[in-house]
């Protein structure tokens, strides 16, 4: 088949440089198969344009596009494409632009000359020659691909002047200093001496942004850029700034080389130099020098012979394992614990007891029977020679001293103290500590406490023992048994530690705010030290005498800027804070001295006198009004005295009738079982004592009774309240009320017998608080109200019973007088 050519004027022509094809300038001839056709098949290309003069691949992943470019190529032999530049980069090539407008208008022809076979789910690769620049006319199609109209850019041939001869030179100059700053550029050197005619200034434009890092945004504007000169002076921008960032990726690369240079040279001379005093014997190794400084602690304890075994024995260890094993930081760090434990190593008591009666005198107010209790201990230490085996639980309301108590035990002993709580806690590693074993593994808290104190014979509290927990993981109260018992904590197994340790040196200290919660096993190894709240007239001199002094000091106010008198002391503690201890009332302190503070600063004031008026200004509205004691006796209200963690408080009973068919009972405000139970004695007491009565035979039998012990929200339970609940019931029955200003406690049997209680100490003390003068208790507790201390008893009228008609008779004294009237 013979080739038809064309005529074209050298203007219009492919090749814009007719010397290389050796026709004359005014004729140039165009093999009819490489004319370029004005529709195009459109293919989008991503991030980068192509240049016209060159070879390049082209990957297509689209299913699409490939399935329209095999079609049109297999079947239709079309070999030209057109590739053009979208505007915006999707998120994935996959993605094809949805208009033409996603679409650069200035792009390139491409002749295909070799594509891939066609694999499903694989991308199609095509080996293109970029031929012209082209702009797009009018877009024909967009599905399934772009099909545009388009406009062929033919470059104009013309003599090259001095300006565009500069442009080129420096040009060339900056590939070839692009060539010295990064290899890379070398071979688009010797592609741009094979391929491109360096007199050439469009394309050598073209070509050399081809090399750049520049954007795809800045590549499409010389693209676009028809005018030669203009086209090339944009190249030289781009070819200088890419000279800069070569300059400066050089210079971060030279920094980073000196830095690993300097790194290494000096890790090479530290080694060289490790090695020389290790052969002139200056140095030794870091398994030796662990090995040493472990020898050096040991040299000064008293080990036992367990204890020397086991750390003889890991130290050979050591020295086989290599320092870059696991094995070896595992095994050192067993030895630091091991050895920095301070094993025979004790602090001298001091058994000076007027130097610790001082002290305790000195930290707390008040507190006789604790403070007595602790001197003989240290009395007993001075006959003995040593405190061991003392284990002390201090049982109080939040707010009375507990915790400062151990601290001023510790420094009258002239020990080191050390304080955790246990409250919550519910892993038993957390006593006995964890098996070496776990990843992380560390000694039980005390241990670690020894460690801290570096001495084997400190004062330990154990804070909250009350509050300590159980769960999966085990339960620490059954762990606490080896701790607390003395017979056994002499060969304490901590599981990390793994050596018997001695803590019968140890002075533990518990506290706790009730015993319920604590297990049998654990409060039978505990001498039991019960902290009673304080009175009125205590709180007062404990405010005057510690908590004022240490608050001003705490705020930066001196004891001149501030007045407080004992009227406004006593307002804010029958007011405020009427609670067992006193950090209700070291808090409302606290609030009156911020708020002085405020004033002294905004409004210059040099004294500020606090008065008994203003104390809602400073605390707000009153917490405890004197409305809650009944000023006159009520039929079926008495009051009775209740034991709780927080100390002693008084609590109303009250009773009332609801008209029923038939007799009934019930109660209300949240009782325990206990407390129901006491109900239902006292309801039945009471029914049987007056069983021929026929006024309150009818008033049981057509009625039904309803006991309520506000407050509502409050859980209660325990035995104390059956005399209230019986009396209130016989006043709600004879319609008879209770003499004035009495509160009382006590179990009741179904005979009617008076039982003991406990919590006489906190009874008494609520009951003074709610300025209670008259109190019954049960006659066996007679003995323990004796030993009270003297400002306690004072002003109080106490009746000690033995059966509920000894209550009777002193509650309603005017049931008696009808009764021997009749």
Known sequence: MSQESIEVQPGDALYPNPENTG??????????????PEILPIIPLYNRPMFPKMLGPIIIENETLIQSIIELHQKHGAN????????????????????????????VAVKILQISPYQPNTPLQLLVQILER?????????????????????????ETNEELKAYSVAIIDCIKEL?????????????????????????????????????????????ETRSIRLRIEKALVLLKREVEISNLKVQISKRIEDRLSKQQREFFLKQQLKEIKKELGLSKDDTETEVEKFKKRISQLVLGDEAKERIEEEIEKLRLLETSSPEFNVTRAYLDWLTILPWGVYTQDNYDILHAENILDEDHYGLKDVKDRILELISVGIIKGDLAGSIILLVGPPGVGKTSIGQSIARSLGRKFYRFSLGGMRDEAEIKGHRRTYIGALPGKFIQAIKTCKTSNPVIMLDEIDKIGASFQGDPASALLEVLDPEQNKSFLDHYIDVRFDLSKVLFICTANQTDSIPSPLLDRMETIKIAGYILEEKMEIAKQYLIPKQLNAHGITDKQIIFSN??????????????????????????????????????????TIRKNDLSEWLGRRVFSEEMIFKKPRVGVVMGLAYTSFGGTTLYVEATLVPSQSPGFKQTGQLGKVMIESSEIAYTYIRSLLRNHEQATNGFNRNLIHLHVPAGATPKDGPSAGVTMACAIYSLISEQPIIQNIAMTGELSLTGMVMPIGGVKEKLIAAK??????????????????????????????????????????????????????
């Open 134 to 158: 082209f702009e797009l006319v009018e877009m024909l199609a967009e599905k399934p691909m772009f099909r545009a109209k388009v406009s062929y850019w033919h470059e104009t041939v013309f």
């Open 23 to 36: 026709i004359p300038p005014e004729q140039t001839v165009i093999i009819a198969k490489d004319v370029l």
């Open 769 to 822: 608080r709610a300025k209670v003068s008259r109190v019954i208790l049960p006659l066996e507790n007679e003995e323990e109200y004796k030993k009270l201390d003297s400002h306690i008893q004072e002003g109080m009228e106490v009746f000690f019973v033995r059966t509920f008609e000894d209550i009777r008779n002193i509650c309603f004294p005017n049931q008696n007088k009808k009764n021997k009237s009749k």
């Open 567 to 608: 009227p406004v002391l006593k307002e804010m503690i029958e007011g405020y804070a009427r609670e067992s201890g006193v950090r209700s009332l070291e808090n409302n302190i606290k609030k009156i001295l911020r708020k002085s503070a405020k004033q002294i600063v905004q409004e210059k004031k040099t004294t500020i």
């Open 80 to 107: 030209f494409l057109g590739l053009i530049l979208i505007k915006s980069s999707p998120e994935s090539v996959n993605t094809l632009p949805t208009s033409a407008t996603d679409l650069y208008s200035v792009g």
């Open 179 to 223: 060539v010295k700053l990064n290899p890379l550029f070398k071979e688009g050197l010797s592609l741009i001496l094979e391929r491109i005619n360096v007199h050439d200034p469009g394309s050598l434009a073209d070509f050399s942004v081809s090399m750049t890092t520049a954007t795809g945004e800045e590549l499409q504007q010389i693209l």
